[in-house]
């Protein structure tokens, strides 16, 4: 359930729509009338008590071309209960690719209250996600991908059991590759079926007009609408941005070896950061090491015991990256680690095992079409060349090139690797520290983009418009799309955010030096902010 934290309840200047009978009333006035694809249902998973939701699904077809079969496309609308609602709603385009909507976003903490304070908000889960049919079977557990933790079988601390052990990553794939192929045609799970999709929503929902708001590989979701269906787009907020052009693939490691040099940086230049911590870069490259010499074995919350391998905590530590507040941590977390305090890898190791947000086969999919055809071994070999050596198998992808060969689905044609054009005024942010989507990819999107701005929120790192200061620019840019874009604001957390090009003193990153620990329920937020599965290290 949505508390008013996650969802924003409506101010006492703005009381929330309600019936007699203390439920939220549908606007009635507001809502147009459904296309004949839109099927009204009962919800799927229980709506947030706040606000008025109608659910359905939305009927459409496999290609755009009218081939490849029936697809029934999940679908909430939920109203806003301000006074003075926007006519276009937002309609949020998550990331993954291959991460559903409703099931998340109804029921977690990424904060819409910024979007529904004037606007009504349409989810809806992505082809092959969530609620969404068809949904490719993968009959493989996520964690056997996701994760590289062996658990013994009778917990005693022996050799671990063969029958609770790991299948290697290429057997995961090729079993998982083998149900989703009789389960659904994988060729129509890729962007440009999923822009259309987009598109087939607000039709059948019966909206002219509208505006896009994607994060992660919702941008890249949001630049293939802006590029094939620009008709009806008012606005488009694209956060933590892929542009098309990128070889996000090759780049992948040199991304984050960036983000994991600035932070150690920043914690550098901070006095009580760098005399709590040290060198945090060569304290994090030694704790690698040494957990791949010997990989020591430590209890799980289940009272089990498990081998924690150095690909573990390069994945915890890059996890770390994506969310201000787990940046602040990860300097404790190192220095735990380097004391030999496991403590707190157990405790985050346990919840790796849970299973991914992120549909395994629908991420493969869309990758297998519109990412490694347009990459290769030799660009990524390339692109490492700018990480030192002794960091170069800690942030190489492992196996996306083996995997879409197991995979086998047709490439995207090259247009799907060319910049988007667009005159649609369009919000670019991205933040500072941001470990897989840089400024520079911002930048690079809002080149093409006339009527773009882009803005680097100091401090931040991926998915920089769920915090305050990105939140208040986001409202800002949806009241009025062509008002020049106020820099300068500040959260209220632990860390400075405000916009790069301010005329204020150079923003500071505030690292925690209280050594509390973190908790699984802050690397399960900080993965809510995954652009893809996070086992792409080694």
């Not at 996701?146 to 794939?173: I, R």
């Amino acid at each position: 359930m949505l508390s008013c934290a996650s969802l924003g309840c409506s101010s006492s200047d703005h009381p929330p729509l309600l019936d007699p009978n203390g439920a939220p009333a549908r606007p009635t006035a507001r809502i147009p009338e459904r296309g004949a694809a839109f099927h009204p249902m009962e919800c799927w998973v229980t709506p947030p008590a706040e606000y008025a939701v109608d659910c359905g699904t939305v009927t459409t077809t496999g290609h755009s071309d009218g081939t490849g079969g029936t697809v029934e496309l999940a679908v909430a609308v939920v109203y806003s209960s301000g006074e003075h609602v926007a006519r276009e709603p937002v309609v949020f385009l998550d990331g993954g690719p291959g991460a559903g909507s409703l099931q998340g976003l109804l029921t977690d903490s990424i904060p819409f209250s910024t979007v529904l304070a004037d606007h009504d908000l349409v989810l809806f889960d992505q082809r092959g996600t969530g609620f969404s049919k068809p949904k490719p079977d993968c009959n493989v557990d996520s964690s056997i991908v996701m994760s590289a933790v062996g658990t013994d079988g009778d917990g005693d601390g022996g050799v671990p059991d063969a029958t609770t052990t790991h299948a290697t990553l290429p057997s995961a794939v090729e079993m998982c590759h083998t149900s989703a192929a009789a389960s659904a045609d994988l060729s129509i799970f890729r962007s440009v079926e999923n822009a259309a999709d987009a598109v087939a929503v607000e039709h059948a929902l019966g909206y002219t007009s509208w505006n896009l708001y994607g994060i992660s590989y919702g941008t890249r979701y949001a630049l293939t609408v802006l590029r094939d269906h620009p008709q009806g787009v008012k606005t488009a907020v694209i956060d933590s941005v892929v542009p098309l052009q990128v070889d996000l693939i090759a780049e992948q490691g040199a991304n984050v070896y960036s983000a994991l040099h600035l932070i150690a940086g920043a914690c550098a230049t901070q006095s009580s950061c760098a005399e709590t911590y040290g060198d945090l870069e060569a304290k994090e490259l030694a704790v690698l090491e040494r957990f791949d010499a010997a990989p020591p074995r430590v209890m799980l919350s289940n009272g089990k015991t498990a081998v924690v391998s150095a690909a573990v905590v390069a994945n915890l530590l890059v996890t770390f990256m994506y969310s201000p507040p787990t940046i602040s941590l990860l300097p404790e977390l190192v220095e735990e680690l380097t004391s030999g305090d496991y403590s707190a890898l157990a405790a985050l190791a346990s919840a790796e095992g849970a299973s991914s947000p992120i549909d395994l086969a629908t991420y493969l999919s869309v990758t297998c079409a519109d990412e490694t055809p347009f990459s290769s071994p030799a660009a990524l070999t390339a692109a490492l060349a700018r990480v030192p050596e002794s960091w170069r198998k800690w942030v190489s992808p492992s196996t996306p090139f083996d995997n879409c060969r197991i995979w086998n689905v047709p490439a995207s044609p090259a247009k799907e690797n060319e910049a988007v054009s667009s005159a649609i005024p369009t919000l670019v942010t991205s933040g500072q520290f941001d470990p897989v989507t840089p400024p520079s990819y911002g930048a690079l999107a809002a080149s093409t983009l006339k009527n773009s701005r882009n803005v680097v929120f100091a401090g931040e790192a991926h998915g920089s418009t769920i915090d305050a200061c990105g939140s208040e620019t986001l409202h800002a840019f949806l009241a009025s799309p062509t008002a020049p874009t106020r820099a300068g604001c500040q959260s209220l957390s632990s860390l400075s955010f405000q916009s790069l090009g301010a005329a204020t003193p150079e923003p500071t990153l505030y690292f925690d030096t209280s050594g509390r620990r973190p908790s699984a329920e802050l690397i399960r937020s900080a993965k809510r902010r995954f652009p893809f599965p996070v086992p792409l290290l080694r």
